[in-house]
């Protein structure tokens, strides 16, 4: 990998975009190396993934503009297409998945993080979709999934006129769930993803399928598919563990994804 790093700890991985020099954009070549990584996620192992961005000015400032100058209505599309797959790879994944939005976040990179399951951010961090300014669309789900997070008329505005937001502004429209200092980004993220990696796999792999897939129905097709996960977990050796080291009112023992 010349542009991704990954690295594994106690049962959470972090995924680096490292191009810095370019801001850490993305090219054809990130795109392919993010989609290798995310296949080669040991899912039995890894119980929630963190993305971001080399250094601490910029998480991803979009895709590779030098790449897409002269593409066609053709290969703009399959370019689109590309990155959006990728990008609908890591919104899919059985575990949840953090941005630590540390900088620039702008383009692909905002697309990037509306992915992922949960948005922290640092204090320098700006979000934006700013395609207009250059005579595009967003084409890798930003669209759709801003719109989806903080509301159409909001999400509008900031697709209509391209204009960046600031980390506290996103906060305030729920685009990210906390702010904090460069130097305190990571040691939160990675405490956060700790948090969720110590919790029964199963539970919350199916937590998230509950809460995506219901996000697509209506909420008597929602509670039914909310019914199916809840008995999905029954019968499984961490909820056995989990439910009766409660009634022995102990710990219980460390959960095994089984």
């Given at each position: ?127 934006g979709q700013p395609e207009v300014t250059l005579g595009i669309t967003p084409g890798f789900g930003g669209t759709q999934r801003l719109a989806r997070i903080i509301g159409t008329g909001k999400a509008k505005e900031m697709l209509y006129t391209g204009r960046t937001i600031d980390a506290h502004e996103a906060h ?87």
């Amino acid at each position: 990998m010349d542009f991704v790093k990954y690295e594994t700890k106690e049962h959470y991985a972090i995924l680096t975009i490292d191009r810095p020099k370019a801001l850490n954009a993305l090219n054809s070549q990130v795109l392919e190396e993010i989609d290798t990584v995310i296949d080669a996620i040991d899912l039995m192992d890894i119980r929630c993934l963190i993305i971001t961005g080399a250094g601490n000015k910029s998480f991803v400032a979009g895709a590779d503009i030098a790449e897409m100058a002269n593409l066609t209505q053709r290969t703009g599309e399959q370019f689109g297409r590309k990155g959006s797959a990728v990008f609908r790879k890591i919104a899919r994944l059985p575990i949840p998945v953090i941005a630590a939005v540390n900088g620039y976040a702008l383009g692909g990179g905002c697309e990037l993080s509306l992915c992922c399951d949960i948005r922290i951010a640092s204090e320098n961090a700006r979000f934006g979709q700013p395609e207009v300014t250059l005579g595009i669309t967003p084409g890798f789900g930003g669209t759709q999934r801003l719109a989806r997070i903080i509301g159409t008329g909001k999400a509008k505005e900031m697709l209509y006129t391209g204009r960046t937001i600031d980390a506290h502004e996103a906060h305030r429209l729920l685009l990210v769930n906390n702010v904090y200092s460069s130097d305190e980004l990571m040691p939160a993220a990675e405490k956060l993803a700790a948090t969720i990696a110590a919790n029964a796999p199963i539970a919350v792999q199916n937590t998230k399928c509950a809460v995506n897939e219901g996000k697509q129905v209506d909420i008597d097709s929602a509670l039914t598919i909310e019914a199916h996960y809840f008995g999905n977990c029954f019968e499984t050796q961490d909820q056995m563990e989990g439910m009766k080291a409660f009634l022995e009112h102990r710990q219980h023992e460390d959960f095994t994804n089984n």
